[in-house]
């Protein structure tokens, strides 16, 4: 079993930055395909970007690309997730997920988190 616990959520401006974190414990945190995904109001949920063990391997769905930036830290069994230039179309509710293969990594993880809120205001 994987337990994944979330932080960092907030209500923030457009433009503003933020840092999720997603802290890791249960069976081995560098033994799986790290990510995030996220649901707004009234939307399915949907895959936001993943990292591999290594970090070598890093994927980013497109609405985000260039803003957001996906990092782990093993030793501290951490994963992170730096948003800038937000706007109120990422307000959502923002879940960290755990892997086993690339494609469970954008489709359907093998653990998630509670998620964390975050809200961007106008």
């Known amino acids: 079993q994987v337990q994944l616990v979330e932080s960092g959520g907030g209500l923030v401006q457009a433009g503003d930055s933020l840092r999720l974190s997603c802290a890791v414990s249960g069976r081995t945190f560098n033994s799986y395909y790290m990510g995030w995904f996220r649901q707004a109001p009234g939307k399915e949920r949907n895959f936001v970007a993943y990292i591999s063990y290594s970090g070598h391997s890093i994927y980013y769905a497109d609405s985000v690309k260039g803003r957001f930036t996906i990092s782990r830290d093993n030793a501290k069994n951490t994963l992170y997730l730096q948003m800038n230039s937000l706007k109120p179309d990422d307000t959502a509710i923002y879940y960290c997920?755990?892997?086993?293969?690339?494609?469970?990594?954008?489709?359907?993880?093998?653990?998630w988190g509670q998620g964390t809120q975050v809200t961007v205001s106008s």
């Open positions: 997920a755990a892997s086993s293969t690339t494609v469970r990594a954008t489709t359907n993880p093998d653990y």
